[in-house]
């Protein structure tokens, strides 16, 4: 699939490059042709005036020193008002009969082209009253645009070669360009495919398992709810397992496509983290680990109450599920320069140090973070991850093996907390 995407991508640009360095090409050549067309003209009009201004006679026009100064390889064709041949200058420039190919039958007294053969030369007729004459000649200047089109040839072989090699050079430096484009994208697709895959895995156990209990149940349609109690706290049990997994599916889908909204207030963190403090201390009884806090007040922090009870509630759920009997978790909550921190550690397992890059990821298959056997749906510490950032903060682990785990969070600190 990313294969055919980097190909359309490259074949799209290229064709792209292509279409604007050509209109770029063609404008060029035309803006080029123009300005040489206007300089010739602009030479002829010139010489134009200089032989209407000079006034000399009609026998010296004829002459090879006619203006030799500003000729600008102008060849001079004189007839009468009689449409009779008089002569050229310099002599001998064309065939009588290809100067009669110049004479403008119209008199028009434009400049115009007048192609011979392969060649095209630029022509200005006029009539011409010389010095000491009763009648009028007609004079017309030629101009060979060899030059010109030698030049525009040169130019458009340029813009050719151009386009090509740089059509080229653009068609591999596409494909790099491309190929790094797509790297996030494709990061992102294998992460889903990976992230559908590991959800489906998870939603098919406990599917499987209430399925095997279900069938337990139809098997003894005589039997009492007491007797089958066994059989269905297990179908409970994982069916709330799945309505857990199904919500936080949900939030990361909604956090993903920014669904989600948080409504910010102050927020008394200190009394936040103190209750739930002393709600897990029940549970933490039962299993002998001690919860301390040491907790500055007030410690205030701008954020959505409901997002961050959710925050704690996942940490300090982790922190007991994998603190051992005896055990202890600390919960440390102070000002520290511009942010508010926070510190929830435990002397549990720890994490292999080759996890830690991984334990944000969903569905991670960690010893610790990712056991479904501790009631956990491998979602837990990328929710805590999304809420973190969508507060503006930072989340870091530090963790041993066999010595336990530190989560630290960094809170911006609002104005209003520093009065």
Excluded at 35 to 43: C, F
Excluded at 176 to 185: H, K, M, N, Q, T
Excluded at 314 to 342: E, M
């Amino acid at each position: 699939m990313f294969t055919n995407i980097r190909r359309r991508l490259v074949i799209l640009n290229t064709i792209v490059f292509l279409l604007v360095f050509s209109i770029l090409g063609i404008w060029l050549y035309v803006h080029m042709q123009y300005q040489l067309y206007h300089d010739t003209d602009e030479i002829m009009v010139q010489a134009q005036k200089r032989a209407q201004a000079s006034r000399i006679p009609s026998e010296l026009l004829q002459s090879n020193d006619l203006d030799p100064e500003h000729d600008e390889k102008i060849t001079y064709l004189f007839w009468s008002d009689q449409n009779e041949f008089l002569g050229q200058t310099p002599q001998q420039s064309f065939p009588l009969d290809m100067a009669s190919l110049f004479k403008d039958q119209s008199n028009t007294q434009t400049i115009r082209t007048v192609s011979i053969g392969d060649r095209s030369y630029r022509a200005l007729q006029f009539v011409y009253m010389p010095k000491h004459a009763n009648t009028p000649i007609i004079v017309c200047l030629v101009k060979s645009l060899q030059d010109v089109q030698r030049t525009l040839h040169s130019l458009m072989w340029d813009i050719t070669a151009g386009i090509v090699i740089g059509g080229i050079i653009f068609v591999f430096a596409g494909i790099f360009l491309a190929g790094r484009a797509l790297v996030p994208i494709r990061n992102s697709w294998e992460k889903q495919q990976r992230f559908v895959a590991d959800a489906s895995h998870e939603m098919r156990t406990p599917t499987a398992i209430i399925h095997a209990q279900t069938e337990m149940l139809l098997r003894h349609p005589t039997h009492s709810i007491e007797q089958e109690s066994p059989h269905i706290a297990v179908i409970l049990k994982e069916s709330k397992w799945m309505g857990r997994l199904l919500e936080d599916l949900l939030t990361l889908a909604r956090s993903d496509s920014n669904q989600l909204q948080i409504e910010p207030s102050f927020i008394t963190l200190d009394s936040l983290l103190r209750e739930l403090a002393e709600q897990f201390k029940l549970l933490a009884d039962t299993k002998g680990v001690n919860i301390l806090t040491e907790l500055q007040e007030p410690l205030l922090l701008w954020g959505d109450d409901g997002r961050i009870h959710q925050l704690f509630t996942i940490l300090l759920d982790n922190a007991l599920k994998y603190t051992p009997s005896t055990g202890q978790i600390k919960v440390i909550g102070r000002y520290q320069g511009n942010s508010v921190y926070i510190s929830v550690s435990d002397n549990g397992s720890g994490i292999a140090e080759d996890e830690l890059p991984y334990v944000f990821d969903r569905f991670y298959r960690g010893d610790k973070v990712r056991s479904r056997t501790e009631g956990g749906t491998g979602l837990g510490l990328s929710i805590a991850q999304w809420i973190v950032e969508v507060h503006g903060g930072s989340i870091r682990i530090h963790s041993e093996t066999n010595k336990g785990t530190q989560v630290e969070l960094f809170f911006p600190r609002k104005k209003q907390q520093t009065d």
